[in-house]
């Protein structure tokens, strides 16, 4: 298991949009990953569970990946992360 702790630049925070572009990035992840924001513990390939979770703008979140992919797939997420997520 590998983690890294991110900070959200999305003005909006993970709404519709960048939480589609999070999603489907990690659809795409072999290992498993979990996104923990304060005490929620997410499940980053689903959209539903990231719009639901109502991360801000500058919050604090941490990627985990655990599986055969998993430093290949956090460094994917977190330069998507890093780039605003399409946005």
Do not use: W
Not at 5 to 19: C, D, E, I, Q, Y
Not at 28 to 46: M, T
Request: include cysteine.
């Amino acid at each position: 298991m590998v983690s890294q702790k991110f900070t959200v630049k999305n003005k909006s925070g993970l709404h519709a949009r960048p939480a589609a572009v999070m999603a489907k990035a990690a659809g795409k992840c072999r290992s498993e990953v979990i996104i923990k924001y304060g005490d929620r513990i997410i499940q980053a390939k689903s959209i539903l569970n990231i719009m639901a979770a109502a991360i801000q703008s500058g919050s604090e979140i941490e990627v985990q990946c655990t599986g055969e992919t998993e430093a290949e797939d956090l460094k994917t997420l977190g330069e998507l992360i890093e780039s605003g997520l399409g946005e």
